[in-house]
């Protein structure tokens, strides 16, 4: 069971994945915007997303942008992982690399969205399923 910290960061990496998928979401209908902008806030609400649950399940939050290795330490014996969410690592790119150099490829907006969006509400269901007496993440 998480312990009360534990569950207030998880909290806080909700509400600031909330605020990255609002911005991705708001951005993918403006032509105007560049790819890189909207790809980023689109990673960042997936990673932030995943960090909440590997602060309830009490391991060391990784240093790292790389979806893939959350990923690997989130889809644990017991814990299975949707596909979709699985699949989420292809937002990587959009990490850093997009922010600095010209884009290899076109951003599947509307895609990013609902990935960025299914991670944030598969994290808010075991944050709020570690609240329940008797769960855990």
Do not use: C
Not at 87 to 92: H, I, S, V
């Amino acid at each position: 069971m998480p312990t009360p910290e534990e569950i207030e960061t998880a909290d806080l990496f909700l509400r600031k994945a909330a605020s990255d998928l609002a911005a991705a979401r708001a951005l993918a209908t403006d032509g105007d915007q560049e790819d890189d902008v909207i790809g980023f806030h689109a990673q960042q609400a997936v990673e932030k997303a995943f960090k909440a649950v590997v602060v309830i399940r009490s391991l060391e939050i990784p240093r790292s942008h790389d979806l893939s290795l959350l990923i690997r330490l989130l889809d644990a014996p017991g814990h299975d992982l949707p596909v979709e969410i699985v699949e989420a690592d292809w937002l990587n790119p959009w990490a850093v690399t997009m922010r600095y150099d010209e884009p290899g490829g076109q951003l599947d907006r509307s895609q990013a969205v609902e990935v960025a969006d299914r991670s944030w509400r598969w994290a808010r269901e075991r944050v709020d399923e570690v609240r329940r007496p008797g769960n855990a993440a």
